[in-house]
């Protein structure tokens, strides 16, 4: 029996969501295979960044607020076609937490701090 295409799109799509749940890799401390298997490529700004760790403090479709290590803040604008791929009400359960960290890699844009992902990691030391 063959399968259309479609059908390839949907188990490949299902199985990429799987492995970019809500795992927690901090026991093999391989984080960057995970952000990289988990992540679609995309072509332009998105396939490069700067990236920080921290504890997330507050997440919604307009920014995204993040704990650094020395205590102070550092918010990050969401534009909207990254929205999607950001997974805000994912983000926003895991907001107030201490036992898990976030990686996030951003853009600078006209002085701003842009998201432009955010990956489970490692709480910050």
């Known amino acids: 029996m063959s399968q259309t295409p479609a059908r390839y799109v949907v188990v490949a799509i299902v199985g990429v969501m ?4 809500c795992a ?3 026991s093999t ?9 988990a992540s679609p490529s995309q072509p332009g700004p998105a396939a490069s960044g700067s990236t920080i760790v921290g ?4 997440a919604d479709d307009k920014q995204v607020v993040i704990i650094l290590p020395n205590g102070s803040t550092r918010i990050f604008l969401v534009r909207p076609q990254d929205l999607p791929q950001l997974g805000i ?3 926003a359960s895991h907001a107030g937490l201490t036992d898990i960290g976030f990686r996030i890699t951003y853009v600078i844009i006209d002085a701003k701090d842009y998201i432009l992902r955010a990956r489970e990691t490692a709480p910050p030391q």
Do not use: F, W
């Open 55 to 58: 504890l997330l403090k507050s």
């Open 24 to 26: 927690d890799d901090t």
């Open 89 to 91: 009400e994912h983000l």
């Open 29 to 37: 401390g391989d984080t960057a295979r995970r952000d990289t298997a």
């Open 18 to 21: 799987l492995v970019g749940g």
